[in-house]
């Protein structure tokens, strides 16, 4: 099974910036939609941002468009999530998610079939 890790977390000040990687191993991504997640304390898990298969679509939650980028340094095992201007409201984990079956983005959490386990994101007011 393929493996997802996420790194980059860490605790900001309000309009304060950080970058998330995630990497994949033992599978490739290439040519297959990433996403990222996250879930705040005490919240449901929602949708992030997405990038298709090769890095030519992207789509963002109406809550960072405009702060957050989504990119792939490497389409055979990275994704990165640059983040721009973080709110308090941003805090959550956040998590890294794969699709093996589609090329095209996808806001469905259904959609994805594999995972990371996680990476904490704090911004303080």
């Known amino acids: 099974q393929a493996q997802l890790v996420e790194s980059g977390g860490g605790l900001v000040q309000a309009g304060g910036s950080l970058r998330l990687s995630c990497v994949v191993s033992?599978?490739?991504?290439?040519?297959?939609?990433m996403a990222w997640f996250r879930q705040p304390p005490g919240q449901e898990r929602s949708f992030v941002a997405a990038i298709s298969g090769g890095g030519r679509n992207t789509d963002f939650a109406d809550s960072v468009k405009g702060r957050f980028t989504i990119s792939r340094s490497n389409p055979e095992s990275t994704v990165i999530l640059q983040m721009y201007d973080l709110k308090p409201e941003d805090t959550a984990t956040y998590y890294c998610?794969?699709?093996?079956?589609?090329?095209?983005?996808?806001?469905?959490?259904?959609?994805?079939?594999?995972w990371g386990q996680g990476t904490q994101v704090t911004v303080s007011s």
């Open positions: 033992k599978r490739s991504i290439a040519g297959y939609a």
């Open positions: 998610a794969a699709s093996w079956r589609m090329a095209g983005t996808s806001r469905s959490a259904g959609d994805f079939q594999s």
